[in-house]
């Protein structure tokens, strides 16, 4: 069986991403029927239709879609893997922020990584929420951020989704006092919107009793027995017990954890291998659970 074509690949991401061959082919720097040509041996080495017609334009049929996935994963692991032993020895600094929530899930893997491979790099980190670091990204303060998607925002690249839930102390029942006592971030943070708007739907009273974007500090007052409060699965904690429709909590909308990036226009390829391996430790990391 004869591998695939890693050029093919790339060329399938940018047609994926650019939403045309015209675009894509500026962007791979290739003729419009090179670029068709390379999808049509594409298509034979799988032996799948992966476009389909569009009114005047093309999608991706589901074999198509599926066989992007592994393309963007083939193409992204390739890159690392050039970038480790050609970039190995890059010196400089790259400055990265992520919500607290996610500090203990996804940094050590991050950062142990890229240490592994970029001994000489240094790495700032800033822990702030979501809206705090989008505003960071676009002043070009740092130049990764790991956030919570929301509709709204600078365009932000998707790379994990987990279930957003119901927590409170297995060791107390504070969730069935009325009204629900609740400890969420501050008003502006979408969790804190989903979680009341879905007991307001279920008729349930609450009070906000505890505040804080700190995730540690939120999830302090849920250990303590003192609220309930809502957290991405990873983020589950020892101590802590997931509520569900039986104790009269709705379920709550998908928690999809994004990517964004600060474009200066100047190259910067100790940010371009980190966002890489973020990439790939957050889609091989497991649930906290597991």
């Known amino acids: 069986m004869h591998p ?5 690949l790339r060329t399938l991401v940018a047609i994926a991403e650019s939403g045309s061959f015209t675009r894509a ?3 791979v720097n290739k003729t419009q029927s090179a670029v068709s040509m390379q999808m049509k041996r594409l298509e034979e080495r799988v032996g799948r239709e992966i476009f389909a017609k569009a009114g005047r334009g093309v999608r991706l049929t589901d074999d198509g879609e599926r066989l992007l996935d592994y393309a963007r994963r083939i193409v992204r692991l390739q890159t690392e893997c050039l970038a480790t032993f050609d970039e190995g020895d890059l010196a400089g600094r790259v400055r990265l922020g992520l919500p607290d929530d996610y500090v203990d899930r996804y940094l050590p893997e991050i950062l142990g990584r890229f240490a592994r491979t970029h001994p000489r790099a240094e790495v700032t980190v800033i822990c702030e929420p979501t809206d ?10 740092i130049d990764l951020a790991i956030v919570t998607e929301a509709k709204g925002r600078r365009p932000i690249e998707t ?7 119901w927590v409170t102390s297995s060791r107390h029942a504070v969730h069935a006092e009325q009204p629900v006592p609740l400890a969420l971030g501050r008003p502006a943070c979408n969790w804190r919107r989903a979680a009341i708007e879905a007991l307001e739907r279920g008729g349930r ?3 906000i009793l505890f505040v804080s974007w700190n995730s540690t500090a939120v999830g302090a007052a849920v250990l303590a027995g003192l609220a309930v409060s809502v957290l991405p699965e990873s983020a589950l904690r020892p101590g802590m017990r997931v509520l569900g429709p039986q104790e009269g909590f709705a379920a709550l909308p998908a928690c999809r954890i994004g990517l964004m990036r600060h474009r200066s226009g100047e190259p910067n390829p100790l940010a371009d291998i980190l966002a890489g ?3 790939q430790c957050l889609d091989n990391l ?3 659970a597991e």
Do not use: H, P, V
Not at 4 to 8: E, S
Not at 159 to 165: C, G, M, N, S
């Open 25 to 27: 082919a500026e962007a």
């Open 132 to 141: 705090m670091l989008a505003e960071r990204i676009a002043a070009g303060d």
């Open 205 to 207: 009273q609450s009070r």
């Open 4 to 8: 695939l074509d890693i050029d093919q």
């Open 277 to 279: 391996q973020i990439r």
């Open 286 to 288: 497991g649930l906290a």
């Open 159 to 165: 790379i994990r989704t987990e279930a957003l839930l």
